[in-house]
Structure formats: structure tokens, C-alpha cells
């Protein structure tokens, strides 16, 4: 067991106690490695939990960050600011959206993606239609609507009254989600691949089917890409691996590489329904932060992120399909690009603290299921250092 510190005892009388932490304080990070305060290093899978795509303290990011703090830092909203819009240019530019909403957060992007639908169905004479249908097992946030979003119980108990207007149907569920859509319904946001919920990926068709059910009943689709978003899949967006465009998207996690931003990108269509003083964010897309997200942006092209990142996951699925054929106690290997699970036939945490023990950062989710979700940058032999202690781990499991 890792020794519990002065740092960790001093966290226990002053943090609020929300989070299972692991017993490690951790003081630096490069590339995919961060070290801890004994000086321990680790190979990192967790990434920030699905965040820092190009690796820990990436130069390019440092430097746009600290070029931008000495410039402006700043302003708010109400006047304009240029990494802002060149940040939303580069977004646009590469995907379905023509507009942008900047925020701080992946819940945040979500509310202003349901404000949106809402406002919307207004906007067109139909103001009955509120409803969001979303997937059992998702995971939109932990703001009170969110929360009411996301399809899992643990998640809202204890904090009911729930947000009302949202409906779940389980995903991959084509004919469930049919059955769900009522004269209220607003909209579907379902994620291109389930991360929290125990990394699951639509079966083919899946976005394609939702597509139709909502241009056949005029709803907005809307794809949570907070967490499959900025390559995690392979592809600079999720819903690219099925050509399935949808009206709204939300994007946070690796969008930043760890700076906090959020960012709601829709069609112009879609978009219209926001006027002045309809939605607002102080901090929504600052210079600093928007600076330092265009040069993860920039970078992940530039260092051609996405092409090795594919290659590595075909190498890191290969190895994970060796340890389920060798190892009964795993169930399945899970997921798309970088967001990789292993789903096992039991409580999956005594392994994650065990590879930690053994310097490697992995976290479960769903109880039975260890996930992947390293930089993009991660290497094959990353991978093969990670597989080699797992299949050691797993015989004895
Ligand atoms: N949506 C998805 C798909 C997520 O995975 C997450 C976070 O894990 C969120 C929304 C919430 O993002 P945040 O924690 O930045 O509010």
C-alpha cells in the first residue's frame, strides 16, 4: 500500500469528501508519465480521466498559455476577443457546426445543448415539446439537470426532486427510443460511445436510426461528445466513424488538454434560437483558455495525433483480445480508439489499485469494467509495458 501522507491527511480535514481518491499525490506530469511526491513514476491511462490528449504539460500548450497570460487574460463576454473566434473557426471548420457556445465544463456544455432544444422547439410554435430522450447508463454531468439527464440511478439518489423532461431508453435500442418520443419530446442526446456507462459503442446503424427518428418527427439529435470528442475515438469526432451529423454537439475534456472549457457547437438552424441574454458564462471562452485550446487544437494536427493514435489502438485492442482469451475472468474488450474497456466478471478496483502499485494509472468504471483512456499519444510500447503486467495480474485474479 502507497503511504498516506501529510498532503492526503491535510486533504482530509479540508476537501469536501465527494470523490474515491487513490491513496497518491501527484506533482508533475510529462507526456504520458506523472510522477508522485516520493517520486514514483507512473504511466498514465486515465489521462485526467479522458482529458489531456496530447500528454501532460505539453510545451505548445504552455507556451500559447503563458504568451496569452502576459497579453489578456480576461474580459467577459461583452466585447469581443480573437482566440475565441479563431477557436470556434478551427472547430467549425472541421465539423458539422457553424456556431459556437464556449463554457467550462462538459455538464455546462450539456445545459446550454438542453437549453437550446428547448428554446428551440419554443422558438418553432411547438412549446409542448420539452423532453430530452437520453440513454440508460449515461452520463451527461453532475449539475441538477444533468444529473437528471443521465440515465443512472446512483447518480441521482439523494438529490430529488430531479430536474423534470427527461425520458431513458436503453441504448443501442433503436425500437426503445421510437417507443420513448411523445408529443413533448424535444430532442434525443445520446454519447457516440457510452464512456461512463461501461465504454459501449453503438451498434452500426445506431446513429443513423436516431437521425431518421428525428428528422422523421422534427427533434433535435444531439451527441454528447464531452468524452468521445477531439480523437478519443480515432476520429476528431465520434459520430465521423458513421457519418451521422447530428444538430447540437458538446465538447469539453480534451478539448483543452486539462485547461477547463466547454463548448456547444450546433447549426446555424439550431443556433438562431439563442438571442442576446438567452444564455451566458462569465468565464465561457476566455482569451487565455480558448488560446491554449487552439494550440491543442493546432498541435493534434500538426504532430498527425489521430494517425498514430488508430494505430496504436488497433496494437492496444490486439493485446487486450490476447488477455481475454488467456484470462477467464475477463468478459470482453470494449470501446473505440483510445476509449478502451475491459470488461471483467468481477469488481474490477482491487486491479487498479494493484497496477497503481505497479506504476500504472488505470480506473474502472461500472464496477467490472477497467478503462483506457490514455493520451493520445500513448506508444505500443506503453501498451505492451501496461498488457504485460495485467496478464501477470489477471492469472491470479
Ligand atoms: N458528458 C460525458 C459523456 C462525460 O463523460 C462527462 C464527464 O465524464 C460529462 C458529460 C461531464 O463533464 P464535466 O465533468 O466536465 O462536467
Redesign the pocket.
Known amino acids: 500500500m502507497s503511504e498516506i501522507t501529510k498532503t492526503m491527511e491535510a486533504a482530509g480535514k479540508v476537501l469536501a469528501d465527494t470523490y474515491f481518491r487513490q491513496p497518491v499525490v501527484l506533482v508533475k506530469g510529462s507526456g504520458m508519465r506523472v510522477w508522485d511526491d516520493t517520486g514514483k513514476e507512473y504511466l498514465d491511462f486515465v489521462a485526467g480521466?479522458?482529458v489531456c490528449i496530447l500528454g501532460h504539460s505539453h510545451p505548445a500548450v504552455a507556451d500559447a498559455l503563458a504568451r496569452q497570460a502576459r497579453e489578456l487574460v480576461h474580459v467577459s463576454n461583452l466585447y469581443y476577443t480573437e482566440p475565441q473566434v479563431r477557436l470556434a473557426e478551427w472547430l467549425t471548420a472541421r465539423s458539422f457546426a457553424e456556431k459556437v457556445f464556449f463554457c467550462n465544463?462538459?455538464?455546462?456544455a450539456?445545459e446550454a445543448a438542453i437549453k437550446l432544444a428547448r428554446i428551440y422547439q419554443k422558438k418553432k410554435g411547438r412549446p409542448e415539446r420539452y423532453r430530452i430522450i437520453t440513454a440508460e447508463k449515461s452520463?451527461?454531468?453532475?449539475t441538477l439537470t444533468?444529473l437528471s439527464a443521465t440515465g443512472q440511478e446512483k447518480i441521482q439518489k439523494g438529490f430529488e426532486p430531479l430536474v423534470q423532461g427527461f425520458d431513458h431508453a436503453p441504448y443501442n435500442d433503436l425500437a426503445a427510443v421510437e417507443k420513448a418520443v411523445t408529443p413533448e419530446t424535444a430532442g434525443i442526446m445520446m454519447?457516440p460511445v457510452q464512456?461512463?456507462g461501461g465504454v459501449v459503442a453503438p451498434d452500426s446503424g445506431y446513429l443513423a436510426g436516431l437521425r431518421k427518428i428525428c428528422d422523421r418527427q422534427g427533434l433535435l439529435l444531439i451527441y454528447?461528445e464531452?468524452?468521445?470528442g477531439m480523437g478519443r475515438t480515432g476520429k476528431l469526432f465520434g459520430y465521423e466513424h458513421e457519418n451521422v451529423a447530428p444538430d447540437i454537439m458538446?465538447l469539453?475534456?480534451g478539448l483543452g488538454n486539462g485547461l477547463p472549457v466547454?463548448a456547444m457547437l450546433a447549426t446555424s438552424e439550431a443556433a438562431a434560437a439563442f438571442t442576446p441574454g438567452t444564455h451566458a458564462s462569465t468565464f465561457g471562452g476566455t482569451p487565455l483558455i480558448c488560446a491554449a485550446a487552439l494550440a491543442v487544437c493546432e498541435t493534434l494536427e500538426k504532430e498527425g495525433v489521430l494517425e498514430k493514435a488508430r494505430e496504436v489502438s488497433a496494437h492496444f485492442i490486439a493485446r487486450l483480445s490476447e488477455l481475454a482469451a488467456r484470462h477467464k475472468v475477463v468478459a470482453e474488450v470494449r470501446g473505440r480508439g483510445l476509449l478502451l474497456g475491459l470488461a471483467l466478471k468481477k469488481e474490477a478496483g482491487p486491479l487498479v489499485g494493484a497496477l497503481r502499485e505497479r506504476g500504472f494509472l488505470v480506473n474502472a468504471v461500472q464496477g467490472d469494467v477497467l478503462r483506457f483512456v490514455p493520451p493520445l499519444v500513448v506508444t505500443k510500447k506503453d501498451v505492451d509495458a501496461l498488457c504485460g503486467v495485467l496478464d501477470e495480474l489477471l492469472k491470479d485474479f
Do not use: I, L, Y
Open positions: 480521466v479522458a465544463s462538459g455538464a455546462e450539456n452520463f451527461h454531468g453532475r444533468t454519447e464512456g461512463e454528447d464531452v468524452q468521445t458538446t469539453a475534456k466547454g
